[in-house]
């Protein structure tokens, strides 16, 4: 059984509303696949910025958490 995550409902509902019923099948499998890829995109960017530390530590009660 296949897990559906929340993205693939969004993606699910952006292909609906640009295609719309007369939109063909090629179409909204291009746009489909182009939305995936950008859904994959944003998480190795978020997995990089992570491993760089780009992102700054979380605050706990107004405390780092390194304290």
Known sequence: MRQTFCSD??????????????????????????????????KVEEAEALRLGIYPLPIMHGESVLH
């Open 9 to 42: 409902d969004v993606i699910e509902a952006l292909v609906i509303l640009n295609c719309g019923q007369h939109g063909s099948m090629r179409e909204k499998h291009v746009l489909r696949e182009s939305l995936r890829n950008l859904v994959r995109l944003a």
